[in-house]
């Protein structure tokens, strides 16, 4: 049943307002009220609130439009949330593809009017350019409308009917992408040991290991063990915000491994160390100190 009640303004004058129970909230359980004010007389007042009574009877009241809020700003709200659930690595080159893909083609659009047709028109942009990372560049549009809808910003995510295009497999067999034992050992035979053994050694532990890059250039002599010939694998080096240089746990615990190595690597490695402590003692650096 509504209510209905007077009211003065502060500067004295009289209206009718009235407030009218739509139902419980979903999420809370508390009862909710829409309330109209303004009324000049109690019979306004009246009519409205019939009016109003049998529009939320029937599921015909309209909603509150969605806040005029910009992609840019929500996805600056999404973000602050999102670099919290990934590492360092990943929100850093998450910033990289809004900044240089995404953000042009939203970020100055409101959020609630962008549709499904520019969605896909941006995704059609991306494919004919890239063979790969339009589908990922989708998905952040698509998580940031997610996040919209859910904060009221947007009452529907438009990206969801959007048709992902894809290229066709090409005929034929893909080549082998690795070397044979003759292209390593002629790759090896240009590398001028005597004046570049640092680059000799890296690829030689790179070809002979399996380590993957961003492991190798983490490595320090504590994983190496010339007494069991092996070497332990336990962090990898990659790029954070801006760029810098961060050292981080690898991504998974099979990650973390012991590589046996043989007898001829591990000699190769006793000389590295053996060149790069006299480069430091040459420099005044004592690597037999922490």
């Known amino acids: 049943m509504a209510s209905i009640k007077k009211y003065a303004t502060k500067d004295g004058k009289e209206f009718w307002r009235v407030q009218v129970f739509a139902g419980n909230d979903p999420q809370t359980g508390h009862k909710k009220y829409k309330v109209r004010r303004g009324f000049k007389t109690k019979k306004e007042a009246t009519v409205a609130a019939a009016r109003l009574e049998l529009a939320i009877s029937n599921g ?37 593809m809004f900044n240089n893909h995404i953000l042009p083609a939203f970020g100055g659009k409101r959020i609630a009017m962008i549709t499904t047709k520019d969605v896909q028109k ?26 919209a809808v859910r904060q009221g910003y ?17 005929v034929g067999d893909k080549p082998e992408n690795f070397w044979t034992k003759e292209q390593m050992n002629r790759f090896f035979a240009c590398v001028d040991q005597a004046n570049h053994f640092d680059i000799f050694i890296m690829f030689r ?19 190496v063990s010339f007494k069991e010939n092996s ?19 690898p991504k998974t615990r099979a990650g973390r491994r012991t590589i046996p190595v043989d007898g001829q690597k591990m000699a190769y490695l006793k000389r590295w160390r053996r060149i790069q402590q006299e480069t430091f003692l040459q420099l005044g650096i004592n690597t037999m100190q922490p």
Do not use: C
Not at 69 to 83: Q, S, T
Not at 124 to 147: H, I, L
Not at 155 to 169: G, R, S
Not at 231 to 249: E, R
């Open 154 to 170: 947007m009452n529907k995510n438009p990206a969801k009917a959007v048709v992902l295009p894809h290229h066709d497999d090409l």
């Open 205 to 223: 532990v790179l070809a002979f290991t399996g380590v993957r890059r961003g492991e190798l250039l983490a490595l320090t002599w504590n994983d």
């Open 122 to 147: 941006a995704v059609k942009r991306w494919f004919e350019f890239t063979s790969a990372n339009y589908k990922r560049w989708y998905n952040y549009v698509s998580s940031v409308m997610d996040y």
């Open 231 to 249: 070497i332990k694998v336990n962090k990898t080096l990659t790029q954070g915000d801006k760029g810098h240089q961060i050292v981080q746990a």
């Open 60 to 96: 015909d009241l309209e909603e509150e439009k969605p806040k005029p809020v910009f992609f840019r700003d929500v996805y600056e709200e999404w973000y602050g949330n999102y670099i919290n659930t990934v590492r360092e690595s990943t929100w850093a080159r998450t910033a990289g």
